[in-house]
Structures are given as C-alpha cells and as structure tokens.
C-alpha cells in the first residue's frame, strides 16, 4: 500500500466516524443517562429489601479478677447475624467508628470449665440484650458467633523484671558504646508466674537513632509479652559512648574433650587476643578473664588428620568489643597414656 492509498482510506475512515458516531452523539448521550438512572433506580430498590448478612461488632471486655491473670487471647470482636433493609445494612457498614460493647464480667455468671474453677466460659447469649440495644432499631440482631468465650485464668504473681533497650546506631570512628542505660532499670510486672519466673528482661520497641557522636538521651516504650502487664509505659534510655583502644593480652590455652587413654601436648600454650576497649576499662582487664579453650576432635584426628586444633574464645569480659584470637590454630602432640 502506498502512500496514497493510505491517505484515501484515512480519510474514509475520518469521514465515516463524522457521520456514524458525532451525528449519534446525542442519542448516545441520551442513552447512557437514561441507562445511569435505570441502573441507580434498580439498586435503590434493591437497597430496599431486607438482607441477612454479618458484621463485625467490637467488645471490650473489663473487670478482670484482680488476683488471676488472663492467659488466653480472648476476641476483640464478635460476629453478629443481622437482618436489616440494605439502606440500613449499608449505613451501618458505612459509619467510620463503632462504639465498642463494654462487658463487665462482675455483672455476668461464668460457668466453671476446669475442677479448679480457672478455666471460665462466658455464653454469648448472655451480650444478645446488650448488643440489641446498641444496635440501629432498624437492624434486628438474630445471632452471634461464637456461641461462648473462653477466659483461662491463672493465679496471678508480681515481680521486678529487668529493661532492655532496643536502640539500633552507627558510631563515629574511633569511639564505641560502652553502655545503654535504662531508667528505672526494672518494671513491676504483673502476671502468671510461671511465665514472670521465665522472663528475662522487657524490651521496648525498636528506636533507629542514626550515628551517634555524643551521649543521648531518649525515651523508649516498653512492650510486654501478652498475658503480662507492667505499671511503666516507657523508660528513659541513656546511650554513653566512649574513646576506645585497640589492645592485646596473652591467655592460656586449655585443652577440653581429650580422651583418659590420650595425652595431648600443644604448642604454643598461650595466645594472644586482640579486642577494643574502652580508655576508662583499659587498666581492669586481666588474663583471668578470658578463656581460650582447644576442643580435641577424635573426627579431625582420625578422618581429617591436619597436626592443627582449632581455637576457640569460650569467655571474654564485657566490656571488652570484637576479640579476636591469633593464632587460630595451634599445633599438637598426640600420645597414648601409660
């Protein structure tokens, strides 16, 4: 096809769309705003007639036993079965906020699931008045899942756990965290007690202080393990920085897992461990404090021959940043005993 052809047939393209379609524009129009009101008309009546549907209503429950702790994740929202015009339904659905149902469970009778009497079940027929009365007039309530909730209860214990800040930086060259202090250092926690006899420390949420040149100080919230609650929200987090120096000291080195029939010699029997430390702890670090130990291995002995045992650092001070172990390998002697 060349040139001309082509224009012809755009041209009759062009002129067929001027005849066919902008001659027709008002009756299309036409037709797609009747169609719009059609459609709008056949919803609102739809809208008209009654539905069964489901909605998620929020509960609340308050006035937990004081001396029992709840152990088990009890629903923040029920399921409610509801018969309604869809105007009402949709309006429902539509409002931004739902005040929640508060149960007081002082005001309810709980069966008894378990002989010790911990274990407690609420019917949820029990909430049907209430909820009803919360509800649109317009809605009628025909049912709620699930039928019962289930309240775990277990004696309830306090004890002072320690805080763990969770603050995540980079440090300027040259310098290091010496410590994250919290103030208080410990919280009153209150729950069941054997998961307050297991619990180590409390955490707070994770803060991204970016690099770090100077001491700060910053407010950190605290976040407690479900089943347990403390009277402290936050604490206040002290990062103190400090100059470090790179140091080394000569450890011993101990032989571990060597059979009663062997005797083993090594060479050397002292190594050095290199570390940071800060200036202000330079002088408290002794060779007491570390424990270089050479774990013999009857696989890398007898499999894997190499006359090497593998060095590995057991103990380290704790003010003491990234120890480093040389040699890393130290030669050896195998005898049989006497």
């Known amino acids: 096809m060349n040139k001309a052809d082509l224009k012809y047939y755009l041209h009759q393209l062009k002129d067929w769309y ?5 001659a027709n524009r008002q009756q299309l129009l036409t037709f797609a705003i009747f169609l719009t009101i059609s459609a709008a008309f056949w919803f609102l009546d739809m809208l008209n007639n009654k539905f069964i549907a489901t909605i998620e209503y929020p509960v609340h429950f308050v006035n937990l036993p004081e001396d029992k702790a ?9 399921a409610l079965n509801v018969q ?5 339904l949709l309006g429902y659905q539509l409002t931004t906020a739902v005040a929640p149902l508060e149960v007081d469970l002082s005001e309810y009778e709980l069966v008894n699931q378990s002989q010790n009497g911990l274990i407690k079940v609420l019917t949820t027929k029990q909430l049907f008045n209430s909820i009803v009365n919360q509800l649109p007039s ?11 909730v289930l309240f ?25 965290v ?51 609650r403390g009277e402290t929200k936050s604490v206040d987090a002290s990062v103190i920085i ?35 430390v800060a200036i202000s702890d330079f002088s408290r670090i002794k ?20 006359n090497k045992m593998r060095l590995v650092l057991k103990k380290y001070p704790n003010s003491v940043y990234s120890p480093s172990i040389h040699p890393q390998q130290i030669d050896y002697i195998l005898e049989k005993n006497d």
């Open 18 to 22: 001027k005849r066919r379609i902008l």
């Open 70 to 78: 709840e152990t088990c994740e009890v629903p923040r929202t029920l």
């Open 84 to 88: 309604a015009h869809g105007f009402h």
């Open 138 to 148: 317009d809605i009628e309530l025909l049912d709620i899942e699930p039928s019962s």
């Open 152 to 176: 775990d209860f277990t004696p309830q214990s306090t004890r002072m756990i320690p805080v763990k800040p969770l603050v995540n930086y980079d440090i300027s060259n040259q310098f290091l």
């Open 178 to 228: 010496k410590t994250i202090l919290a103030s208080p250092d410990s919280v009153r926690c209150i729950g069941p007690a054997e998961m307050l006899d297991t619990l180590r420390f409390i955490s707070s949420t994770p803060v991204n202080i970016g690099k770090v040149e100077k001491n700060l100080e910053l407010q950190v919230q605290l976040v407690y393990p479900t089943a347990i």
């Open 242 to 276: 400090e100059e470090y120096t790179e140091a080394s000291i000569q450890v011993p080195v101990e032989v571990s897992q060597v059979p009663d029939s062997l005797k083993v010699t090594i060479y050397p029997r002292e190594v050095t461990v290199n570390y940071r």
């Open 287 to 306: 060779p007491y404090q570390f424990r270089v130990v050479a774990p013999y291995s009857v696989y890398d002995h007898t499999i894997h021959p190499t």
